[in-house]
């Protein structure tokens, strides 16, 4: 054997398997096109092509920086070729690097670096490059590249968790992708809660709700990613540095302030923060009439984007990264006050109690100022909130979300947020293509909301593609790192996609964080693994954090019928039957109990009635191991016909649905 250290290169066509079901030809002469291009850049960068991969290629490098610089050769001449090239003519390819010792044999190459490099590949975004800690390590300073950290990822076959790092190329993604994640460390930046130093800890609220309106007014700066809410509050009065809360999300500036409200006046002190060195990069001080909070808002974030605009290319693009003013949108602040403290109580999500009280407090500031455009959608969300955890009356909350909404965007169609809770309302009554849209347009306006990759996640997973749905889900994440929807979902995909120690590896990571939802996942995978006694364990607990939910009682249903005991689903089924009558969309929940007690005819008939009600667990049906013989009932295939009917199949005609890789 004869081993050498070496760089090794794996390149994937995008979606090649997928068009070459639908177009033969055209996939094979893509192919043949892509590899007749890819071959002479290998060889100017001393690359050796070891073999050829169907739809890829693995090439082996002396040297890690020949092989970076021709990774980025190889995306910058499939972007110009792309540029004239129609939407069903595009070339995308993901490459991964990695460098380590190798064994030829027989002018083949093998390895751990060989593994690594092909479990890295995947993780890039179509047209984009993705490389270890090592390839990292050697290239570092010497490219005129950015890179930025992806972080550490679980690889199938891979014992210890991989330092992944990610090529910023702002360009070659495809059509159906979200749009760029921060390129560079410096541009992504976290909001810290600014602290309340009034004499009323009451206000409180408005400190909150003040650093939220700062996170929504940032995004709007141009390559400038901003973490969520949702991320940035556990720092509220933290003793951690700038430097550890940078490190822990990923972030190269913060800005950190206070805020004093006396009356009808206002005193904010803010500051921008290197968070690597913890030097300041500027600092300013507003002691002004409660009136202008609008003006400091609109300060604040201008000399974000200048002093962003400075570190991306000099003091003279400041002006092309200013973000426009949005204006008051209300001249009541009693109006805002109220929308700030419902923003708050929302944000906090700290009982349905509490979102009903933000539900009062978005109503109320309607109230004084009906043309508040952000408070409609407040309440639009909020009631959304409360029918999903089965609160209100799902199709009442439902109507009136969607009039509030549209009344908002009448006011003013420049709100992402509006859009956003827009496309999860068609979302949930099955108009996939209007979620599309609206999804899309909430990331024009916003690209730092993370709820609109979560909606495309789920449009993804439903065409068949799960690993574009966890795609989506990772650009969701480094948006919102703490959000508990994405994280839920994310684990779920990958259990789906069956990269199982991937998903039990995340679960162990993000169970303290999402204890519910991931136990919800823990029983389902172990219920379908025939693992009796970890399901019970996580039915448990199950039990313990939520014992009234309908999961709950599914899993617990499922279970005790493994277990012969089949008279336990019996009663969940009774008593979620009485949940129905209630107003409650329970009606799968039942048909899974059927299902679990073998009783398909009633299964199936839960599953129309769900499809008609909009509800249908289309994920479950189509993924879950539990399902997996149900899928092969012709009545069930009927169901998912019917189902993948409602979205409009894309065209290259038409702009709003372009093609996709699903």
Known sequence: MARRLAAIMFTDLVGFTRLGQQDEETALRLRREHQALLRPIFASFGGREVKSLGDGFLVEFASAVESVRCAVEIQRELVKRNASAGAADQILLRIGLHAGDVVEEEGDVVGDAVNVASRIEPLAEPGGICLTATVYQQVRNKLPIVIERVGARSLKNVQEPVEVYRVALGAARSPSAPPATPSSPNVRLAVLPLANLSADTADDFFADGLTDELISRTAQVPQLRVIARTSVQRYKKSPKSIREVGEELGVGVALEGSIRKSGNRVRISVQLVDARSESHIWSMRYDRPLDDIFAIQDDIAGQIAKSVAVQLSGPASGAELRPASTGTETSDMEAYSLFLHGRQMFGEKGSIEAIRTALTLFEGAVARDPGFARARVGV????????????????????????????????????????????????????????????????????????????????????????????????????????????????????????????????????????????????????????????????????????????????????????????????????????????????????????????????????????????????ELLYSPLYAAARADPRLQEILRRQRGLRRPPSSADPAHPSAER
Not at 511 to 538: C, I, P
């Open 380 to 619: 639009a969300e909020t009631l959304l909130w409360l029918a999903t955890e089965g609160a209100i009356h799902f199709h009442d909350a439902e109507d009136r979300a969607n009039r509030e909404l549209r009344r908002a965007l009448e006011i003013n169609d420049g709100i992402a947020e509006a859009h956003s809770v827009l496309a999860a309302l068609y979302l949930g009554s099955d108009r996939f293509d209007e979620c599309e849209r609206e999804a899309r347009r909430a990331m024009e306006l916003n690209p730092s909301l993370a709820d609109p990759y979560r909606w495309l996640a789920q449009l993804s997973a439903g065409d068949g593609d799960i690993e574009g749905a966890i795609r989506l889900l990772e650009a969701a994440r480094q948006l919102n790192p703490d959000d508990i929807n994405v994280l839920s979902f994310l684990g779920r995909a990958l259990a789906y996609a069956g990269r199982e120690a991937e998903a039990l590896a995340f679960w162990a990571a993000t169970k303290d964080r999402v204890r519910f939802r991931t136990n919800a996942h823990m029983s389902e995978f172990y219920l379908g693994k025939g693992d009796l006694a970890k399901a019970e364990e996580s039915v448990r607990e199950l039990e313990r954090v939520r014992p009234d939910s309908p999961w709950t009682l599914v899993y617990r249903g499922c279970l005790a019928v493994r277990q012969g005991d089949p008279a336990t689903a019996r009663r969940s089924i009774e008593r979620l039957k009485e949940r129905s009558e209630r107003g409650e969309m329970v009606v799968f929940f039942i048909g899974f109990l059927h299902y679990a007690l073998g009783e398909m005819d009633e299964f199936i008939a839960s599953m129309e009635e769900a499809l008609r009600h909009d509800v249908l667990p289309l994920l």
